[in-house]
């Protein structure tokens, strides 16, 4: 049976944190695809929402800008680094322990797809942010291939299962309503790098909960919806996600 993400998260950190752990680098294109558009002066405030293990600190740059991770579960928040310029939370998505107008950037990668009622989390963002903020969502498109990948092959394969509520029209509603202006609204296909096969299955099974399927058919699965290439002794898994980039308006 289909349980709630958090309570997923709270089992499934541990795993997903060993694959993070494992190839750090691996998923490099997609912290960049948000982070190569924004300009993280010195003292800038950026809020990474949700931020699983606080994975974004291996791609900022600047050790000068403070980084705020806001995390729902206890796994995911006990592996978040702690330090001067990098705050940890665990709270509520809609509920976030920081001041108005405050944020710079608001980012937020691959985890929006679970939460079911988004519009009350897009008005906090909102509320936190400065004037001139942005508010950057890289997520899975409804329809897409990696949808399918998601809610068929993984919740299959699965015993938790996975059930995204994914980039949509309604989706856009709702950050439309919070307040934003959406100037960038695109698909972006890029790939996840890995030394050899046996790397790219590993990860994928330990990212993603894969626990009812051999390698073989892990393999299988990923070929069938994603596809990869052998290059230059690495391995490029295709992935995409839509990226929106919004405007306090
Ligand atoms: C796929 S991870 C993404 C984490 C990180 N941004 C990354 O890219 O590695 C999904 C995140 O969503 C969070 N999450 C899952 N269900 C949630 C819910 N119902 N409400 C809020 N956050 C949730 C998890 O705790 C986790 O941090």
């Known amino acids: 049976m289909f349980q709630d993400y958090q309570d997923i998260f709270n089992k499934r950190g541990d795993s997903y944190h060993l694959a993070m752990q494992e190839e750090p680098l691996a998923r490099v294109n997609e912290f960049k695809l948000v982070l190569d558009r924004i300009q993280l002066n010195d003292g800038d405030v950026l809020c990474d929402i949700p931020s699983g293990g ?4 291996n791609f900022i740059d600047n050790d000068k800008a403070n980084v705020i991770a806001i995390e ?3 796994a995911f928040f006990n592996f978040c680094e702690d330090s001067e310029t990098f705050k940890r939370h665990l709270c509520e998505l809609t509920a976030l322990p920081i001041e108005h107008e405050t944020v710079d950037y608001a980012v937020s990668i691959a985890g929006i797809h679970h939460v079911e009622d988004k519009h009350p989390v897009f008005c906090e963002i909102y509320r936190t942010l400065k004037s001139k903020g942005q508010f950057l969502l890289a997520d899975v498109h409804e329809g897409s291939c990696i949808d399918d990948f998601l809610d068929s092959f993984v919740h299959e394969n699965s015993s938790m299962g996975h059930e995204g509520m994914f980039v949509n029209d309604d989706l856009r509603a709702d ?4 307040g934003f202006e959406i100037v960038h609204d695109q698909a972006h296909k890029y790939t996840w790098h890995f030394d050899n096969v046996d790397d790219m299955v590993r990860y994928c099974s330990l990212l993603f909960g894969i626990d009812k399927a051999t390698p073989e058919q892990v393999l299988a699965g ?6 990869f290439e052998k290059r230059d002794d690495k391995v490029f898994m295709n992935w995409q996600l839509s990226l929106l980039v919004c405007d306090k308006k």
């Open 54 to 57: 606080g994975y974004i600190r």
């Open 72 to 74: 729902t579960s206890d």
């Open 175 to 178: 950050i439309v309503k919070a």
């Open 222 to 227: 990923i070929e069938k919806h994603l596809g």
